[in-house]
């Protein structure tokens, strides 16, 4: 039997694709550390960590806290700036708005990390990381909101999708739940190897009172006394019925079809 590949152990396209295209990818040792803490914050797609990033830059305390690592978006600036290295382009990140009590963040998922760990950016550069860890309890709403999302190209509460009407998929959902499950099992067993514990976001707590939660993970990110600007809010919940139905769909017919395997063989 084929082992899968563990999502820690791999090496992303969009990492070979970087490393093909900028002229200086490792930061060399000579380059002086960056100076002040960085928060970088893990996801998974459809956690919930746009929503406390929103929220945590709303209190004027971070910046940034989107996903600078995209490739295409970082290529873009990278040659809008005429910047050549990766450490380069990093700190021309941090140091956008500093100045104003703020500390720089970014959202990252666990294959940017990895890139940033062999590119020597961790802990070469960025030497005091404040980590950050979103995920969600129901793996299933996740994976059909992902579904859904995916249908509709509606990915933000505020924006207009530009999808058709969402259809019902049991294999499209159980593919993204095993996949979600695997990233999160990687991103734990990443902490583990590192000897982190970070800041544990769970989405589901997060929304009973935003606001809340928000000053208290601001408080544990070194921003204490922090609050929220509410008029800067944006984002909302996207569960809707439809989502619920696809949710309460889902996990009758998955029961039905874990009944229905055939039984395992015992093991030698």
């Known amino acids: 039997m084929t082992r899968l590949p563990f999502p820690l152990e791999q090496v992303g396209p969009h990492e070979l694709t970087l490393r093909e295209t900028i002229a200086e ?52 600036e990278m040659g809008r700036e005429g910047l050549s290295s990766l450490h380069a382009y990093l700190r021309s990140r941090v140091e956008r708005g500093y100045g104003n009590d703020s500390v720089f963040g970014m959202k990252a998922s666990l294959q940017q990390v990895t890139m940033l760990l062999r590119a020597g950016v961790v802990p070469g550069y960025f030497g005091n990381i404040r980590w950050v860890y979103v995920q969600r309890r129901d793996l299933v709403a996740q994976a059909v909101s992902f579904v859904i999302a995916s249908q509709t190209k509606r990915w933000e509460s505020f924006a207009a999708g530009t999808g058709g009407e969402p259809e019902y998929s049991f294999e499209q959902i159980r593919r993204k739940l095993e996949a979600l499950s695997m990233q999160n099992a990687a991103i734990s067993a990443f902490f583990s190897v590192m000897d982190v514990e970070p800041c544990r976001v769970i989405y589901e707590d997060f929304c009973v009172a935003p606001l809340q939660a928000t000053v208290q993970l601001a408080a544990r990110l070194g921003a204490e006394g922090a609050s929220v600007e509410t008029s800067a809010l944006r984002r909302q919940q996207q569960r809707d019925a439809t989502s619920a139905a696809f949710c309460q769909r889902f996990r009758d017919e998955y029961r039905s079809w874990l009944l229905a395997r055939d039984k395992p063989q015992s093991g030698g």
Do not use: D, Q
């Not at 803490?37 to 971070?62: D, K, Y």
């Open 25 to 76: 990818f490792t930061v060399p040792a000579s380059v002086t550390p960056c100076p002040e803490p960085v928060v970088i914050m893990l996801f998974t797609n459809r956690s919930g960590s746009s929503m406390v990033a929103e929220h945590l830059r709303a209190t004027g305390r971070f910046r940034g806290m989107g996903e600078p690592l995209n490739p295409g978006f970082m290529l873009a």
